[in-house]
């Protein structure tokens, strides 16, 4: 049963997704502002964090800019981020993206697609049973290594610390290295959602991935105008 961090200065909204989560086997915990969100991640253990960007006190932004402070001082590994944001509002989803969230929802928010979200990136950076047989496909050479039923990345024997969402894409480009991997695939298979024409989420993951890959390899993940994405390094 996931636990989660529900982060959201509307008690209205959160006690409506607090019940409708709990009859879907979903354990949440609520804070309304920014201080109480760090607080609780300082002193609790969650599988997952729902973060809405305006809260009082601190807001979204701010807590993800503090986050990998807390896991350096409690020495906890990075939990994945699922962000609120309201409709429309594109230059805080990239910022968040870009700081480390691994995906977004637009408030007002269904609670119905908010728990598809959910299962999503904990199924992607959850250890199963199920996952660990799932796929047994051999990766081709390279100085990359991925384990992907430990989730640990390797670049020539160091350790690259990757957000869930970073991990998943690497493997898919890995597993397919050489070849240009399209926008469509990796948007459906990585974010599980159908590629939109103005949405940069996915731009925005592979320009992170590039940025940890760069130390080693001038240009690690190739982007092929009009089609996609090709993994180098």
Do not use: W
């Not at 609670?111 to 199963?128: F, G, M, S």
């Not at 350790?159 to 969402?165: A, E, N, R």
């Not at 399209?182 to 459906?188: R, T, W």
Request: negative net charge; proline residues 6%.
């Amino acid at each position: 049963m996931p636990h989660i961090l529900l982060a959201d200065d509307d008690e209205e909204l959160t006690q409506l997704l607090v019940e409708y989560l709990a009859n879907h086997a979903v354990t949440c915990d609520c804070v309304h502002d920014g201080e109480q969100a760090l607080h609780q991640l300082q002193t609790q253990t969650y599988d997952l964090l729902v973060l809405d960007i305006m809260m009082p006190k601190l807001d979204g932004l701010q807590v993800l800019r503090q986050l990998p402070t807390i896991y350096a001082s409690t020495h906890t590994a990075p939990i994945p981020v699922i962000m609120l944001t309201a409709k429309g509002d594109e230059i805080d989803r990239i910022i968040g993206l870009e700081l480390g969230a691994d995906d977004y929802i637009s408030k007002p928010c269904n609670p119905r697609e908010l728990l598809a979200r959910i299962n999503a990136v904990i199924k992607r950076t959850t250890i199963t049973p199920h996952t660990m047989g799932a796929d047994n496909t051999p990766l081709p050479d390279s100085r990359l290594h991925l384990d992907p039923i430990q989730r640990i990345c390797l670049v020539d024997e160091q350790v690259l610390q990757l957000t869930g969402t970073e991990f998943d894409l690497l493997l898919a480009l890995l597993r397919q290295k050489g070849e240009v991997v399209s926008k469509e695939y990796l948007s459906q298979t990585v974010l599980n959602r159908e590629l939109q024409p103005f949405d940069r989420s996915l731009e925005v993951h592979i320009s992170r991935l590039r940025k940890k890959l760069h130390p080693f390899h001038d240009e690690p993940i190739k982007a092929i105008r009009g089609k996609g994405y090709q993994l180098v390094l």
